[in-house]
């Protein structure tokens, strides 16, 4: 079982914003500033979208953006596309054992 | 370029033990935080340890005691030893470096399959 909860499922329209929710406790996303975000297609590896809270690698579409309040971060896709359907992980590093933890995901439908 | 690629997957029974490995090009893994995730099938991602750029390594509790990672500097590859496996250690292995970021994980490979039956 997840440290981290994240919603099952999230879905959209081709050009609409959704919103995924990330909530931990103050040892993970409350008490870091280390959260990231995983993108990842069915077969594939996943990919770095977003680390530390806000920021965004390079490469990655301005689309994405994330922020935190509290125990809870969030992670924002604008103007979303098709290539945006995947599942995606949050992921905190965590005071409690010195290392990181991931939520248990949320599968975007892009309908 | 920088990439990592694992290897030692495969069959194996029930108690059983198996030494994944994962050969690091373009970057040091003495230099950076490695960690191997794993992925049940259809399920999500599961951090299994880490092995910090000091030397300190963590474990998740699923494998504590059974489980060590470790790293040959000179190879400049990652190891996972995994010790009495069950099924439920049936999982893609990943091999993860943060390489650009301290406290993300931005460098996959492209996982090797445990199977345990």
């Known amino acids: 079982q997840s440290a981290l909860t994240q919603p099952g499922s999230v879905s959209g329209s081709p050009g609409q914003s959704i919103t995924i929710s990330c909530t931990g406790t103050?040892?993970?996303?409350?008490?870091?500033?280390?959260v990231s975000w995983y993108q990842q297609h069915p077969g594939k590896a996943p990919k770095l979208m977003i680390y530390?809270?806000?920021k965004r690698p390079s490469g990655v579409s301005n689309r994405f953006s994330a922020s935190k309040s509290g125990n809870t971060a969030s992670l924002t896709i604008s103007g979303l596309q098709a290539e945006d359907e995947a599942d995606y992980y949050c992921?905190?590093?965590?005071?409690?054992?010195?290392?990181?933890?991931f939520g248990p995901g949320t599968r975007l439908t892009v309908v | 370029e920088v990439q990592v690629v694992e290897t030692g997957g495969g069959l194996v029974q029930p108690g059983g033990s198996l030494r994944l490995s994962c050969v690091a090009s373009?970057?040091?893994?003495?230099?950076?935080?490695m960690s191997w995730v794993r992925q049940a099938p259809g399920k999500g991602l599961d951090w299994v340890s880490i092995?910090?750029?000091?030397?300190?390594?963590y474990y998740a509790d699923s494998v504590k005691g059974r489980s060590t990672i470790s790293r040959d500097n000179s190879k400049n590859t990652l190891y996972l030893q995994l010790n009495s496996l069950s099924v439920e250690d049936t999982a893609v292995y990943y091999c993860?470096?943060?390489?650009?970021?301290?406290?993300?994980?931005?460098?996959w490979g492209q996982g090797t399959v445990v199977t345990v039956s």
């Open positions: 103050s040892s993970d996303v409350g008490g870091h500033n280390y």
């Open positions: 092995i910090y750029n000091s030397g300190n390594t």
């Open positions: 993860a470096g943060a390489v650009g970021f301290t406290n993300a994980f931005d460098i």
């Open positions: 530390d809270v806000t």
């Open positions: 992921s905190s590093y965590t005071s409690t054992t010195i290392s990181y933890v």
């Open positions: 373009g970057f040091a893994v003495s230099d950076n935080f």
